[in-house]
T-cell receptor, first 112, second 114 residues
Framework: DGGITQSPKYLFRKEGQNVTLSCEQN?????MYWYRQDPGQGLRLIYY???????QKGDIAEGYSVSREKKESFPLTVTSAQKNPTAFYLC???????????FGPGTRLTVT | GDSVTQMEGPVTLSEEAFLTINCTYT??????LFWYVQYPGEGLQLLLK?????DKGSNKGFEATYRKETTSFHLEKGSVQVSDSAVYFC?????????????FGAGTRLAVHP
């Protein structure tokens, strides 16, 4: 079945450590996105990518980094520079930018 | 700038009750409109969409009509079930050029009791 996978579902890290969240899609979508969701709030865009080897900052990119070396993969690194990293992280993809986005199951990151 | 405003939750209903979740938007141009649903601990699922004025999106008994004159996209369902308990997000996709940003409302939590 086609879809988006994110791993792991739960992730725990100590403050000061970098951590990388995985996102893989087999939908053959060109565009991929990373969002952050905090309790009781909507989604905020961190980074997005139109094509391989290209990505752009979203609304809250500070303290995060991404890469897009393959069409299927768009990993997100949460660096130690991110002040409040504990959140639910969602990856999404779309055929093109004017189309609806499809979401993965999310990764809940807890930093203590 | 572009924005989406949803009614605050939680919305609490008995099974088989009628559901309305209000959504209004502000956007330049002609946005596409979406409703997404999020079940506890999961990602978002696309529920329905509408791409132009007067379009009606529908899925699984849910409906929403794109009303340009009132800049609204209210979600409705005639008879809710316990399994409909979730958080519902209204969103718009708008912009010019190559990238259409998806802008979300804050979400409305729905709790349906037997």
């Amino acid at each position: 079945d086609g879809g988006i996978t994110q791993s792991p579902k739960y992730l725990f890290r100590k403050e000061g450590q970098n951590v990388t969240l995985s996102c893989e899609q087999n939908l053959n979508h060109d565009a991929m996105y990373w969002y952050r969701q905090d309790p009781g709030q909507g989604l905020r865009l961190i980074y997005y990518s139109q094509i391989v080897n290209d990505f752009q900052k979203g609304d809250i990119a500070e303290g995060y980094s991404v890469s897009r070396e393959k069409k299927e993969s768009f990993p997100l690194t949460v660096t130690s520079a991110q002040k409040n990293p504990t959140a639910f992280y969602l990856c999404a993809s779309s055929i093109g930018f004017k189309n609806e986005q499809y979401f993965g199951p999310g990764t809940r990151l807890t930093v203590t | 700038g572009d924005s989406v405003t949803q009614m605050e939750g939680p919305v609490t209903l008995s099974e088989e009750a009628f559901l309305t979740i209000n959504c209004t938007y502000t956007a330049t141009g002609y946005p596409s409109l979406f409703w997404y649903v999020q079940y506890p601990g999961e990602g978002l699922q696309l529920l329905l969409k509408a791409t132009k004025a007067d379009d009606k999106g529908s899925n699984k008994g849910f409906e929403a009509t794109y009303r340009k004159e009132t800049t609204s996209f209210h979600l409705e369902k005639g008879s809710v079930q316990v399994s409909d308990s979730a958080v519902y997000f209204c969103a718009l996709s708008a912009g010019t050029g190559g990238y259409n940003k998806l802008i979300f409302g804050a979400g409305t939590r729905l709790a349906v009791h037997p």
